[in-house]
T-cell receptor, first 116, second 114 residues
Framework: NAGVTQTPKFRVLKTGQSMTLLCAQD?????MYWYRQDPGMGLRLIHY???????AKGEVPDGYNVSRLKKQNFLLGLESAAPSQTSVYFC???????????????FGQGTRLTVV | GENVEQHPSTLSVQEGDSAVIKCTYS??????FPWYKQELGKRPQLIID?????GEKKDQRIAVTLNKTAKHFSLHITETQPEDSAVYFC?????????????FGKGTKLSVKP
């Protein structure tokens, strides 16, 4: 049981390059989230999904796109990376219809992204 | 939109003392209020949570209280130990139906001095 797995763990991009971060969960969770964490700013929600095929904007969605084609995967895309997107990115998942009272969100190990 | 304010941003206590962190929220539809602990270089992990139909919940040295009328909730840690030193985040969530967002506060860095 791996929980929530993010790939890659580290990445350095040049300004203008694109990349996709992958999040995979094996807990049959309905909800998935992408956050970015910057010093003094806490965890800010970028986008989230309440089920396969659905996505919604969070607090800071500009410059990012997401897709949830399969229930277990949530992809975060940066089409044209900017230095302001240098951050640590966390994926999380929660809520299974099999266990509706368990709403704990489980986090991946994080991806440290640097845009130069 | 949703907003969670968390205070204080830093907190320093002596070992054995109590620590209290407070959060306020704006979305009256929120029904789930978790607290997460993040140690340096690690992922956030749940330490305690409370639902909107409960006013207080306790787990050993940790307790959470919720005041829905005033829209604030608090984390209480008693008999603090050095291993309690970490960053603590509160969050508000709305579970069920088409909702599902989970918004975090900016965190409180707790330092417990031996």
């Amino acid at each position: 049981n791996a929980g929530v797995t993010q790939t890659p763990k580290f990445r350095v991009l040049k300004t203008g390059q694109s990349m996709t971060l992958l999040c995979a969960q094996d807990m049959n969770h309905e909800y998935m989230y992408w956050y970015r964490q910057d010093p003094g700013m806490g965890l800010r929600l970028i986008h989230y999904s309440v089920g396969e095929g659905t996505t919604a904007k969070g607090e800071v969605p500009d410059g990012y796109n997401v897709s949830r084609l399969k229930k277990q995967n949530f992809l975060l895309g940066l089409e044209s990376a900017a230095p302001s997107q240098t951050s640590v990115y966390f994926c999380a998942s929660s809520y299974s219809v099999d266990r509706p009272m368990n709403t704990e969100a489980f986090f991946g190990q994080g991806t440290r992204l640097t845009v130069v | 939109g949703e907003n969670v304010e968390q205070h204080p941003s830093t907190l320093s206590v002596q070992e054995g003392d109590s620590a209290v962190i407070k959060c306020t929220y704006s979305d009256s539809a929120s029904n789930y209020f978790p607290w997460y602990k993040q140690e340096l270089g690690k992922r956030p992990q749940l330490i305690i949570d409370i639902r909107s139909n409960v006013g207080e919940k306790k787990d050993q040295r940790i307790a959470v209280t919720l005041n829905k009328t005033a829209k604030h909730f608090s984390l209480h840690i008693t008999e603090t130990q050095p291993e309690d030193s970490a960053v603590y985040f509160c969050a508000e969530g709305n579970y069920g139906g088409s909702q599902g967002n989970l918004i975090f506060g900016k965190g409180t860095k707790l330092s417990v001095k031996p």
